[in-house]
């Protein structure tokens, strides 16, 4: 028998960047990219191994498109999950853990680049 997916919230496969600012209370600066993206959260690849329960601070740049700035989302929330990624190309050994996230605040920021 098949088991259903049981979460809340719809999951949306998007890559898109992700600014990693701040672990717990130590400043961390790492630039990847997500996987998925929910209002309740996040899964994004990481160098590092991210401890499970600790508090997290990230942005994600939303791409306006070719005439309008982008816009950041300022995120906190918490690391409820760290995996392994399975190792087959480059880029998966550069990055060799998936790691969820919830989001608990967010506030828009528009980048006025």
Not at 28 to 40: C, L, P, Y
């Amino acid at each position: 028998m098949l088991q259903s997916d049981q979460r809340k919230t719809k999951r949306f496969d998007l890559r898109l960047p992700i600014e990693l600012v701040r672990m717990g209370a130590e400043p961390i600066a790492t630039t990847t990219e997500t996987r998925n993206v929910s209002s309740g959260g996040v899964l994004f690849i990481s160098e590092s191994q991210l401890p499970v329960g600790e508090p997290i601070e990230y942005f994600i740049t939303l791409h306006a498109g070719k005439d309008s700035n982008n816009v950041r989302l300022h995120c906190v929330g918490t690391v409820i999950r760290l995996e392994a990624r399975p190792r087959r190309t480059r880029k998966d050994k550069e990055m060799p853990f998936n790691v969820a996230a919830t989001l608990e605040r967010y506030e828009f920021i528009r980048n006025n680049r």
